[in-house]
């Protein structure tokens, strides 16, 4: 982003010494009301960090469950979101005694 920036500071600075060097009259002909060839977007830096931070992580979890006179392993996937949303969901369910 630097080089491009400088890249188009100093092709600029070149067209300011071209207009500069014909003298000091300025004529009609040269003066033109074209469409510039190069753009240059500077957008705020928030929007690109939230491009680059949407991670997701995930973990397994396995919790020990009594259902009625049944004890269960159940293992869960918990996945979180760069949003602050959370997900689980239930992967295995083993009964231990």
Avoid: C, H
């Avoid at 600029?12 to 003066?31: D, I, M, P, Q, Y």
């Amino acid at each position: 982003m630097k080089k491009l920036l400088v890249l188009t500071l100093t092709l600029a600075s070149f067209g300011f010494f071209g207009l500069g060097s014909e003298g000091t009259e300025v004529k009609a002909s040269t003066v033109t009301t074209a469409t510039p060839q190069v753009q240059i977007e500077i957008g705020s830096q928030r929007n690109r960090w939230r491009r680059n931070n949407r991670r997701v992580r995930r973990f397994t979890q396995t919790r020990i469950v009594r259902r009625g006179y049944r004890t269960y392993r159940e293992t869960y996937l918990i996945t979180y979101f760069w949003n602050g949303r959370t997900d689980s969901r239930l992967v295995s369910r083993e009964r231990i005694g």
